[in-house]
């Protein structure tokens, strides 16, 4: 997972945008980012083995997570990663959750904030505080099917083709300009959940090398 993509390897239908290959991901400073996660975690380990690879020069300085069962929390105590719980239930309005993460970042000397799988909808405070340095991974090839039911609505919609696609956040929902994405064939036999095991592969695989480009992009 952490190993650098070798295009050999690729099948045609694994595109990956831009070629990894082509791309110079190495960073003279390390990266400090903040996490945020409402699930499983399973990108957040794929972004903290990178890191522990040392093919993703960066260090996560705080998960923070809102759901009190995520497992995330339990991956990230794994990587003696500091952990705080935000409710989203115990804030009345959204501006409100997104100015106690921004407190808790800026507490953390965090610089660059990573979504990964958080289900909760930013607001103009966190984009304001961090600009252009907040990235999303989505489960389909947007902007093509946006919103919480990517994976259903591909397979609702008969197309041959999804993916996932890692991007820089704005206001509207999985919006903002893509940095990086990979293809993934629908299957006959796909549910949503086999699909969406299959789309998680490749997010693992481009998630990491995607924050490396983004500062590369916006040093």
């Known amino acids: 997972m952490t190993d650098v993509v070798n295009q050999e390897t ?3 239908w694994e595109l990956i945008s831009p070629p990894v290959e082509t791309v110079d991901l ?11 996660a409402s699930g499983s975690g399973s990108n957040f380990a794929a972004i903290a083995q990178a890191i522990a690879a040392q093919t993703l020069n960066a260090q996560i300085q705080v998960l923070i997570y809102n759901n009190p ?3 995330a929390a339990e991956r990230a105590t794994q990587y003696h990663v500091p952990t705080v719980l935000l409710n989203h239930r115990h804030y009345p309005h959204r501006e409100d959750l997104d100015g106690e993460i921004v407190k ?39 902007p093509s099917f946006p919103g919480i039911h990517g994976v259903e609505q591909a397979l609702a919609a008969g197309v041959k083709i999804t993916g996932c696609t890692v991007h820089f956040a704005d206001l509207e929902v999985d919006s ?8 993934v064939p629908i299957l006959p ?31």
């Open 189 to 219: 036999t796909d549910t949503a959940e086999t699909l969406h095991a299959r789309i998680q592969i490749q997010e693992h695989r481009i998630y990491p090398q995607a924050i490396a480009l983004a500062a590369k992009l916006k040093p």
């Open 104 to 142: 808790i970042f800026k507490a953390h000397n965090v610089e660059w904030v990573v979504m990964a799988g958080w289900m909760r909808i930013v607001t103009a405070v966190l984009l304001e505080a961090y600009g252009d340095r907040v990235l999303n991974i989505h489960p389909s090839l947007l």
């Open 176 to 183: 903002g300009p893509i940095i990086m994405q990979a293809a």
């Open 26 to 36: 190495t960073l003279p400073q390390r990266l400090r980012l903040g996490v945020l």
């Open 10 to 12: 690729i099948e045609p």
């Open 69 to 71: 069962q995520a497992k």
